[in-house]
């Protein structure tokens, strides 16, 4: 019964912080990332959304799957999601770093 309602949750927690960090940013990617010398290896701007997308889906299913394993919140649950969580946080402020400072020394 509540178990896709926690399947959901998981799998959507990463992308708030995603989404976040995109809207915050959104003007300084086209001022100032697209002016950017770039090698010819650089993808496109296009295939940021998409990748990011699959990647958090991926990391917050994951984390469902750890916590349904562990059976929820408890004691064996608390290090890997703790984790988890400590490196989703730094993901998350990545980009307000990196398109905020304008200094690629600084977030490197």
């Not at 010398?37 to 984390?63: D, E």
Request: aromatic fraction near 18%; glycine fraction near 12%; charge should be positive.
């Amino acid at each position: 019964g509540r178990m896709w309602a926690y399947t959901v949750g998981f799998t959507v927690l990463p992308h708030v912080g995603g989404f976040l960090g995109w809207f915050l940013n959104r003007k300084e990617i086209p001022a100032w990332y697209e002016k950017l010398k770039k090698p010819s290896w650089c993808p496109s701007r296009r295939v940021f959304p998409v990748a990011w997308t699959m990647l958090y889906t991926g990391m917050g299913y994951a984390s469902y799957l750890v916590w349904n394993d562990l059976g929820g919140c408890n004691s064996k649950a608390i290090v890997p999601l703790g984790l988890y969580g400590a490196q989703l946080v730094l993901n998350w402020a990545w980009p307000p770093l990196f398109f905020g400072a304008r200094n690629l020394n600084m977030v490197m």
